[in-house]
Structure formats: structure tokens, C-alpha cells
Antibody
């Protein structure tokens, strides 16, 4: 079945870095755009970043641009989020999500269960 | 930037009720509007895309409509599993913007 499984979350100090991974299975990974979405505790959903099916185009929310980098390895069916210069306001549950289209210009039809990132001294 | 404003923020209802949630865009978004349901402790699930197209496998009690920049999600007969939080989302090539959410609670 179609599945996304995130990993790499944890507790990290402000200013440090963390890399999240998302393992995809059950669909042809290299033909779909992918996203990261986050949800702070008790809050709503915030889109973070998108990447095209082939990794050639990437876009970011203003809140993370310049600090976070989205990437993918199509040979391994993996999506990544490199998070640098972390702040307390980055504390959230991070979901990866599959786009309905290859250029990530549609909405999300598959979600992972999320991995929690806590930024605290 | 396009803003998405959902109302109400909380809605109290009973099983069997007809429920309506509204999402208003700050400018024209050409039907690029999706609805998600998020049950407590779970990932969101896609219900409707392109304002009114039901995602495969989603029960027919869910429907979506649009009128200009105002979009509506209707649940024709609320079921126990529908007590959850609902989000609208505008999507385009460069960003995806969620509404702030509507929590449907037991009356």
C-alpha cells in the first residue's frame, strides 16, 4: 500500500541542525512532487517546502527560507528536510506529503504520520 | 500573499446533523481549493480537491462548492468519525496555504 514514514525528529538546542527523512513506498516515487508540512502543538497546519519530482525546483515558506533545505534521492525513494539554525518556533510535528502532480502544483493525497521536532535549551 | 479565512473556528453538532464549514480566499483562486479532515492524533486526510471533486474512497456525505472566493464544505449527515478538525487549503505552483481550521465537536 502507499506509505510515507518519517524519521529523524528529536530534541535539539536552538541554533543547531537536524535532518528529517521520509521513506516512500507503494507508488512510483520519482513521478510525484513532495512536500513537508508542520504542525506546532495544538495549532494548525503550515506548509514548509515543496520539491518537484526530479528535484529541479524547490520552494519554501517565508518562515524557513534560507534555513531549511528540501531534497530527495529518487534511487532510494527518500525525501529529506535539512533544518539549520533551528528556533523555538520550529517546534512542531513534521509531516511529509505526496502531491497529486509531478510538479507539485496540486494538493496532497498521501501523508505520513509525522516526526516530532522539539527545539529547546 | 493569498489568505484563507475559515469559519466558524468551532462548531458544535450531533450525529446526523447537516454541517457546513466556510472558507474565504482573499482573492480569486480559480477553484484551487482542497479540504482535509484531521482526526485527533492522526495525519490529515484529503476529502475534496478542485473545490468540489470528491477524493477516491471518501464517503458521499462530504461535498464541496464554491461561489466566487467563498468555498463551502458540507457534511450531509454527521457520523461519529467526523468529529475532527477540518482545514481548507489553497494550492498553486509555489505555495500551499491552509485555513486556520474548524473543530467540529460533540454538542
Amino acid at each position: 500500500q502507499v506509505q510515507l514514514v518519517e524519521s529523524g525528529g528529536g530534541v535539539v538546542q536552538p541554533g543547531r541542525s537536524l535532518r528529517l527523512s521520509c521513506a516512500a513506498s507503494g507508488f512510483t516515487f520519482n513521478t510525484y512532487g513532495m512536500h513537508w508540512v508542520r504542525q506546532a502543538p495544538g495549532q494548525g497546519l503550515e506548509w514548509v517546502a515543496l520539491i518537484w519530482y526530479d528535484g529541479t525546483n524547490k520552494y519554501y515558506a517565508d518562515s524557513v527560507r534560507g534555513r531549511f533545505t528540501i531534497s530527495r534521492d529518487n534511487s532510494k525513494n527518500l525525501l529529506y528536510l535539512q533544518m539549520n539554525s533551528l528556533r523555538a518556533e520550529d517546534t512542531a510535528l513534521y509531516f511529509c506529503a505526496k502531491d497529486r502532480a509531478y510538479e507539485a502544483d496540486d494538493t496532497f493525497d498521501v501523508w505520513g504520520q509525522g516526526t516530532m521536532v522539539t527545539v529547546s535549551a | 500573499d493569498i489568505q484563507m479565512t475559515q469559519s466558524p473556528s468551532t462548531l458544535s453538532a450531533s450525529v446526523g446533523d447537516r454541517v457546513t464549514i466556510t472558507c474565504r480566499a482573499s482573492q480569486s483562486i480559480s477553484s484551487y481549493l482542497a479540504w482535509f479532515r484531521q482526526k485527533p492524533g492522526k495525519a490529515p486526510e484529503l476529502l475534496i480537491y478542485k473545490a468540489s471533486i470528491l477524493e477516491s474512497g471518501v464517503p458521499s456525505r462530504f461535498s464541496g462548492s464554491e461561489s466566487g472566493t467563498e468555498f463551502t464544505l458540507t457534511i450531509s449527515s454527521l457520523q461519529p468519525e467526523d468529529f475532527a478538525t477540518y482545514y481548507c487549503q489553497h494550492y498553486d505552483s509555489y505555495s500551499k496555504t491552509f485555513g486556520q481550521g474548524t473543530r467540529v465537536e460533540v454538542k
